[in-house]
C-alpha cells in the first residue's frame, strides 16, 4: 500500500464515495424498474399507485432486490477492465460470452446476435448497422467512466466504443454511450446537474436531433431504443431534485424501466451521493450485487488513479 492509499485526500475520497453510489444507483435503478419492465403507466398506476418500493416481480419474476442484464453485464465488464488493468474490446466481448453461457435472466436482441457472431469469429468488433440503436451497450457504461477517469478525452472516447462495438456498432449508441460517459466523470468530479444539462445533454441533441428531450412531450413508455431511453432519463433526471424523485419518475413511464432506471440511477448516484440513496431501497438490494457494485466502484477508480 502506497501512502496515498493509507491517508487519501478528501478529494479521493469523495470521488470514490461518488463512484460507489453511481454503481448502487444503476444497480437499484434496475432493481426499481425491472418490476414494471414493458408495463404502460396507465397500468403501472392501476397495480401500485406509484410503484416506488423493492417488490421484485415483473414479467421476469424477480425476487425484491434482483437485478437484471443491465447491472450483471456492467459487473461482467468491470471484471474483463479489472484483470486487464483497462479496457479491451476482445476482453470486453469474451467476458460478456461467459456471461450470456451463465443463462442470465434476460439479455437483449442486439447483445445475443452479435455475441453468437463473436462466437463464430472471434472478432469482437460487430458490423456497423444503424439497426443496432438499442441501449443494450449505454446500460452497461459505468464501468469505462470509472476505470478512465481523468484520462484524455480521445482515450475516454476510444474506450467507450471498444466496449459498445462489441454488440452495438451504431452511430447513435456511440453517441448516447460517450455522452453518459462523460457525464459521470463530470460529476464524479462535482458537476451540477445545471453543468451536465449544458455541457452534454443539450449538445448530444444539437448534434443528433434524435436526442431532443425539451419542448417534446413527456417521454412515456420508452422503448429500448437509446434515443427514447436517453429522453426520458434526461426529462427525469433534469426535472426533479433528488435520488427517489427521479427514480420513482422514471421507472413509472413504465417501457423499457428496468433500464432507464439503471441509467437514470448512475446519473443520479453520482450527481447527489451515497447520502441520498434511500436507506429501504439499498437495503432490499440483493445483498451480493450490492457487495460486488462497491467493490468494483472502488477497484476501477484505482485503476483510474494508476499512471500510464
Ligand atoms: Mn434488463
Ligand atoms: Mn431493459
Redesign the pocket.
Known amino acids: 500500500m502506497s501512502g496515498r492509499d493509507e491517508s487519501p485526500p478528501y478529494k479521493t475520497r469523495m470521488t470514490t464515495d461518488r463512484a460507489i453510489a453511481a454503481y448502487l444507483g444503476l444497480a437499484i435503478g434496475?432493481a426499481l424498474?425491472?418490476t414494471v419492465?414493458f408495463m404502460t403507466p396507465r397500468e403501472i398506476a392501476a397495480l401500485y399507485g406509484v410503484h416506488d418500493t423493492m417488490r421484485g416481480g415483473g414479467w421476469l419474476h424477480l425476487k425484491p432486490g434482483q437485478v437484471?442484464?443491465?447491472t450483471t453485464m456492467s459487473l461482467a465488464l468491470g471484471e474483463s477492465i479489472l484483470a486487464q488493468g483497462k479496457v479491451d474490446a476482445l476482453a470486453a466481448a469474451q467476458a460478456f460470452d461467459a456471461w450470456m453461457r451463465a443463462k442470465p435472466v434476460?439479455i437483449?436482441n442486439t447483445v445475443r446476435r452479435n455475441l453468437l457472431q463473436f462466437r463464430k469469429t472471434g472478432e469482437p468488433e460487430a458490423p456497423y448497422s444503424d439497426h443496432d440503436a438499442g441501449?443494450g451497450a449505454a446500460?452497461r457504461v459505468l464501468p469505462v467512466a470509472l476505470a478512465t477517469f481523468g484520462q484524455s478525452e480521445d482515450t475516454v472516447r476510444a474506450a467507450c466504443r471498444a466496449q459498445a462495438h462489441v454488440t452495438h456498432h451504431c452511430a447513435l449508441s456511440d453517441a448516447a454511450c460517450e455522452t453518459l460517459v462523460l457525464m459521470v466523470q463530470d460529476a464524479l468530479r462535482g458537476a451540477t446537474k445545471n453543468d451536465l444539462l449544458h455541457k452534454h445533454a443539450h449538445p448530444l441533441a444539437a448534434r443528433h436531433p434524435e436526442f431532443r428531450f425539451r419542448a417534446v412531450r413527456q417521454s412515456q413508455n420508452p422503448s429500448?431504443y437509446v434515443a427514447d431511453t436517453l429522453q426520458a432519463v434526461f426529462q427525469s433526471f433534469f426535472d426533479t431534485d433528488d435520488f427517489r424523485g427521479c427514480l420513482i419518475d422514471v421507472v413509472n413511464r413504465g417501457g423499457?424501466?428496468?433500464?432507464?432506471g439503471?441509467i437514470t440511477g448512475m446519473l443520479a448516484g453520482t450527481t447527489y451521493g451515497l447520502e441520498q440513496i434511500p436507506a429501504p431501497w439499498l437495503n432490499a438490494l440483493d445483498i451480493n450485487t450490492l457487495r460486488s457494485c462497491e467493490a468494483q466502484a472502488r477497484a476501477l477508480i484505482r485503476i483510474a488513479d494508476m499512471p500510464g
Open positions: 434496475d424498474g425491472a419492465e437484471t442484464d443491465d434476460d437483449g441501449n446500460m429500448g423499457d424501466a428496468d433500464t432507464t439503471a
